[in-house]
């Protein structure tokens, strides 16, 4: 059967279109400096959002009106498994991401668990193999269950780690199953209430022990993805041990992981963070630790993690730019780890929202890529730092200047002058790449 009877398979037809089921500016196959957009972007669609998810709020129930749900919660997974590759299918979407309780329900106990992720996984990969579709990345869930209150890796409790171990062993094996080219961790409740009964440097050694551990098997398995952190603040931790890209990087440098992890950054997660979504880009880039990015925005009127499907062309537009930067995100790719808002409930409003997120990216993509081939940021760094080309900063930066010597420089010339940076201005410039 088919979910979406009203919607032919979507295709690039321009800005002037009328049509709402189309691309105005995503065209997979246009070629941005050098390659295909669609090469750039490697869009992947979220499971858990795009199937799971109902609609409802802390305030509100369920709204979303979902035509997949069966008699039982395996048959409602397998209908949910056929929905989700025509949605990919009908968005032209290469590649997809999952959590574990997302394709499959947990049953009773963990060995059900298992034996359900088997057979859907089974069926996933029927799908992938008719429809070239590919996994982008997947991961366990080791936050919802009660079980993990005070963590997964970071708990207290034993037998508690022991189920995440395995959950993430039995990822590694779907992961080897269908080809995936990330795995990531996703520490939802990796972090602590108080330190008046939590010692911090076990809670973290513990969780570095799980990532050696999952690169080990990796290697036993002769299947080793590019493993991912995905840094998120607070929410529901107070104090989250993954709070952003920085302290992400500090944990990874600690405990010797910088040759096995990478970064998993979220635009809403940067927000909560109290940062742009290229300044987190910016860090992982200037530690070589860039591998895949989730693309979703979020409301700052709102004090949580909304989720929102990206349309603000200026934020993607630098963030884009961060990627070309760093050469492009392959093997990673951009995951719409995005919800519709409450009020699109209809089913064909998923694909109306992958649709308004392919093209503010596809617009950022070339906005960024106009800004690239003009030098524009190139220049304004040039200007900025003129000052440590020549002369006695030119020394500093190749390390001929000490401090009795800088004191000597320092006493012996005028006071500094000082230019303005003419932000504003730059600002203003900035705008005309905004297409």
């Known amino acids: 059967m088919t979910y979406?009877?009203?919607?032919?398979?979507?295709?690039?037809?321009?800005?002037?279109?009328?049509?709402?089921?189309?691309?105005?500016?995503?065209?997979?196959?246009?070629?941005?400096?050098?390659?295909?957009?669609?090469?750039?972007?490697?869009?992947?669609?979220?499971?858990?959002?795009?199937?799971?998810?109902?609609?409802?709020?802390?305030?509100?129930?369920?709204?979303?009106?979902?035509p997949w749900f069966g008699k039982t919660p395996m048959e409602t997974a397998r209908n949910r498994v056929e929905a989700f590759f025509e949605i990919c299918e009908k968005l032209g979407a290469e590649y997809f991401c999952f959590h574990d309780v997302d394709i499959a329900p947990e049953g009773e106990s963990l060995a059900e668990f298992f034996a359900n992720l088997d057979e859907i996984t089974d069926l996933i990969k029927e799908k992938m193999d008719q429809t070239g579709v590919k996994l982008l990345w997947n991961t366990a869930n080791m936050f919802s269950n009660a079980r993990f209150v005070n963590g997964a890796a970071s708990t207290n409790n034993a037998e508690v780690y022991a189920i995440a171990a395995a959950q993430v062993k039995k990822g590694l094996d779907i992961s080897k199953k269908l080809g995936g080219q990330n795995y990531v961790f996703w520490g939802g409740r990796e972090g602590y209430e108080t330190l008046l009964n939590t010692n911090m440097s076990f809670e973290q050694e513990n969780i570095a022990r799980l990532f050696k551990m999952a690169v080990a098997y990796g290697e036993k398995i002769s299947h080793k993805p590019q493993f991912l952190i995905e840094p998120k603040p607070k929410e529901p931790a107070k104090h989250q041990y993954d709070f952003d890209a920085a302290t992400t990087m500090a944990f990874i440098q600690k405990y010797g992981l910088e040759g096995d992890l990478k970064l998993n950054l979220e635009a809403n997660h940067a927000t909560l963070a109290g940062h742009t979504f290229e300044h987190e880009i910016a860090v992982a880039r200037s530690y070589d630790a860039l591998g895949s990015l989730d693309a979703n925005q979020g409301d700052v009127l709102l004090g949580w993690d909304t989720d929102e499907f990206p349309t603000n062309i200026y934020d993607v537009t630098l963030a884009m730019y961060e990627v070309l930067e760093n050469g492009g995100i392959a093997p990673g790719g951009i995951n719409f780890d995005s919800k519709v808002r409450r009020s699109s409930f209809e089913v064909d409003d998923l694909l109306l929202a992958h649709i308004a997120g392919m093209d503010t990216f596809a617009r950022g993509l070339k906005s960024a890529a106009k800004l690239k081939e003009d030098g524009f940021f190139d220049r304004l760094k040039e200007e900025r730092y003129a000052s440590f080309e020549k002369g006695i900063g030119k020394k500093i930066v190749e390390n001929q200047e000490n401090l009795e010597s800088l004191t000597e420089y320092a006493l012996s010339h005028d006071e500094p002058t000082m230019t303005s940076s003419h932000i504003e201005y730059i600002k203003n410039l900035l705008n005309d790449y905004l297409v």
């Open 4 to 66: 979406f009877p009203n919607v032919e398979k979507i295709k690039y037809e321009g800005s002037n279109t009328t049509n709402q089921f189309a691309f105005r500016h995503y065209n997979s196959e246009e070629i941005v400096l050098g390659k295909p957009m669609k090469e750039h972007l490697r869009f992947a669609i979220a499971y858990w959002h795009t199937m799971t998810q109902d609609g409802s709020d802390p305030f509100g129930n369920p709204i979303n009106q979902r």
